[in-house]
């Protein structure tokens, strides 16, 4: 990634006063956060952790997902196949080798990110629609190997042992560990957007052939964005599937996976930086407001296409868009 | 040999019925650009609609079918006008109908599982279960006969587009969209009836699949990724194509069911289309586009 930052006109004239409260904002809620397991006294101590490690996880998904289908525009519709393949890197490599998942995560994001890379040479021949049924294609692919696969046992998959920490705080490294991803993703997010490599991904989204013409590579650049992209879906995916103590295809590689990273992202708003952030956790709450007080999973997913029907038709630039858009977005969000 | 002749007949049989599926898949594409991946879950709706027809009411499947048209067009307009003509202007407009296809699809999905569970279903006719012998051969009644009817439907399609005025509309359309309204082609009111023809063409088959295949709601997803595969190597926006892609890869998954396991039969289907995205990612009949 070459590390050339492009300072936007905007970013000239708002400089100095208003960033330094933005910082401080921004600090605030980083602290909240990174102290929440502190807050033992909690009447729902355990489920606040828990909704808190899945936004934190999705988080870090969405923004991994927002690199290739927000800068650079190349939807993705099976990109929790990393996620998958994170999580049964991290578990093999438990079971079989006793090395626990909070070590191998790096690792098992490396193995998504060079099967990200392989799958983009075949198809980035595609363009547009082609393209996003071939992600389709090979979340299936991967689904049918996997469930066929018995050395990693099949359908069943795998079992998992217990993490070995201490049951009351059992959940704590879980939340931190998808803490530091989430973060972590959300800085690469960053400066991929600010570096020149950004500015190539959104002239690739913006129109491929006149970017070409201009002298970009684009299918260097494109590679890069899908393996960057797949990077940290399959560290949380190693990372989860130790949380969860199984990995079972069914419960990475179903398609409704898929759907989370598109909504959050439309949601929140594609392209910009902060928007897969707000998406995630505005969609994860969502989630458990509905499976609380509507129950039922049938009616949740008939739900969630709603919510994505109707982004799509009266909200397409999401939260942050539009916030952009009428000059109201606060500093402390604009990350782009 | 015979099992050789077997095999390949059951492929012909079911590839005829994937055909059925593929084109109005296929017409929607070539006629708006927009790739309906909500087109597998319409034809579970059709397969409630011809099972409870037929559970409730007696009817049976195949007179389901002709009903299935008329019933399945004006929902497909009503939905075209709906939601199409608001992101119509959009600069991302591929892009755009593939998401909210991806919402609907799930919507649809949901309120399936909610309505009618995720239950198993066939409707259980007098000819699904039976079959024709020549020789040893056996030729299954019920796979026939949705074979027939598909036949007949994509050669009524196919003289529709050919002799018909619309048709012509339609085809000047999938050639090029910008030329055809330069001529005087209302190009709305030919994407509006051909996203109809597409969903009529999906309840049709939803109703053959009520008695060929058990399905339940999220089967869909399964049936659409076997379609997408179809239409891609068929070249998107043919039909031809797509029907004889839907022939060639039937036959391949019959034969990788016979000779290996049923399990991995559908990677003939994504294998084929991995192949076909490396060597010629047009497709077989698709024209080349410069995007």
Redesign the interface.
Known sequence: MTDVRTPTPEAAVTSSEPNRSRWIVLAVVLAFVALLPFARWLESYNYVLQVGTIILMWVAMASSWNILGGYT?Y?S?GHNVFFGIGAYVGGMLLVEAGISPFITAPLAGLVAMITGAIVGL??F??????F???T??LL??IF?LL??WEYVGGANGLSLPLAPFELSWVKVPFYYGMLVSAVLAVLLGYRVAHSKMGLALRAIAAD??KAEVAGIDTRRFKLMAYALSAFFPGVVGAIWGYSLTYVRPTAFFA??VA?QF??MS?IGGRGTVAGPVIGAAFIIMLNELSVTYLG?S????????????LA??FF?LGLVGTLRATNKLPGWLDWD | MTNFVQVVILGLLLGGVYALMASGLTLI?GVM?V?N?AHAAFIIVGAYFGYYLYEGLGIDPLISMVLALPVFFLFGVALYRI?FP??EG?E?F???T???T??????????M??FFT?IFRTASTGYSTDAFFIGDIFIPKGQLFAVTASAILLIGLWAFLKYSRIGYGVRATMQNRDAAQLVGVNVRSVSTISFGIGMALAGAAGTLVSFLFAFFPSRH??W??IL??LI?VGG?GSIKGAVIAALGLAVLSSLVTDQISP??A??SF??V??LM??IR?QGLFGKKV??
């Open positions: 525009g939807t519709l075949i198809t021949r595609a363009k547009g629609p082609a996003i049924i071939s389709i294609a299936l692919v049918l469930d066929n491929e052939v398609i409704s759907a598109v909504l439309i039922g049938e009616i949740n997913l008939a739900f969630t296409g709603l919510i994505m029907v799509l038709l397409p | 594409f650009r790739v991946l939601l608001r992101i959009s991302r591929g892009e755009m593939v998401l909210l991806f919402g609907l699809a799930f919507f649809f999905e949901g309120l599982s909610f995720g997803w399964q659409l990724a997408l595969a891609v998107m399990e991995w559908p990677m994504y294998g289309l991995f995205l490396m990612p410069r995007i």
